[in-house]
C-alpha cells in the first residue's frame, strides 16, 4: 500500500512538474529542468520503473525530489541517540506477598532492578505500536464493570519510545483491571 501511494505521489510530482514548462522547486521558471546524471538518484533505483516516465517528463532528479517530500510525511521521526534508551521507574503499593516497592526498568538492553525486567520489555516491546499510547488512560466514557480488583496501585514514569510516561494503574473496576493486566509483568501480577 505504501509502495502504490509513493508510486502515485511521484507520477503525481512529475506530470505536475512537466506541465509547469520545467519549473523545479527552487529553480525559475525559465531554467530549465536539469537532466539526470551519474551523481543522482535514478529512477529505477528508486525502485520506479522508467516506463512511468514518458519521454520528455522532469528527470530522476525531480522524482527523486518528490520522494523526498513526500516519505518525510508519512515516516517516523529518526530516533536521538538520547531516546535509544527506555528507562522506566514502577511504583507498586498495595500488592503484598513482597512485590511492593519502587523498581527501575531498563530496556534496549534490560536491566535495572525490576524484579522481571527481559520480560517486562519484551511485554512492553509487544504492545508498542506506531501511533498508539501503550500507557493510555481507560476513556472517560467506558463502560466498566462493577468489579473491585482490589487496593493495588501503582505509578509508571519514565520513557518509552522516546515518549514521556506518567501513567497511574489501580483495581477499582473491570476496565483498570483488564488495563492493569495487561502490562503483567511490568506490573505485578495480582492472581485475580
Do not use: Q
Not at 518528490?66 to 518525510?72: E, F, K, N, Q, T
Not at 509508571?156 to 510516561?165: D, E, I
Amino acid at each position: 500500500m505504501l509502495r502504490r501511494l509513493l508510486l502515485t505521489a511521484a507520477v503525481s510530482a512529475s506530470a505536475a512538474l512537466s506541465s509547469a514548462s520545467g519549473a523545479v522547486a527552487g529553480t525559475p521558471a525559465e531554467a530549465p529542468v536539469p537532466a539526470a546524471s551519474p551523481s543522482g538518484p535514478s529512477a529505477a533505483a528508486l525502485g520506479v520503473p522508467d516506463s512511468l516516465f514518458p519521454a520528455g517528463t522532469p528527470s530522476s532528479r525531480a522524482v527523486a525530489a518528490a520522494y523526498g517530500v513526500v516519505l518525510p510525511a508519512l515516516m517516523p521521526p529518526p530516533a536521538r541517540p538520547d531516546d535509544s534508551s527506555d528507562r522506566l521507574t514502577v511504583t507498586v503499593a498495595g500488592v503484598g506477598g513482597g512485590a511492593d516497592g519502587t523498581f527501575e526498568l531498563e530496556c534496549h538492553p534490560a536491566g535495572g532492578t525490576h524484579p522481571h525486567a527481559a520480560e517486562a520489555c519484551d511485554r512492553l516491546d509487544r504492545m508498542t505500536t506506531w501511533g498508539k499510547d501503550t500507557f493510555a488512560p481507560v476513556p472517560p466514557d467506558s463502560m466498566c464493570t462493577m468489579v473491585y480488583g482490589g487496593p493495588a496501585t501503582a505509578h509508571v514514569t519514565g520513557t518509552w519510545a522516546g515518549r514521556p510516561v506518567d501513567a497511574r494503574y489501580d483495581r477499582s473496576n473491570g476496565c483498570e483491571i483488564s488495563r492493569w493486566n495487561a502490562l503483567v509483568p511490568v506490573l505485578p501480577g495480582t492472581g485475580s
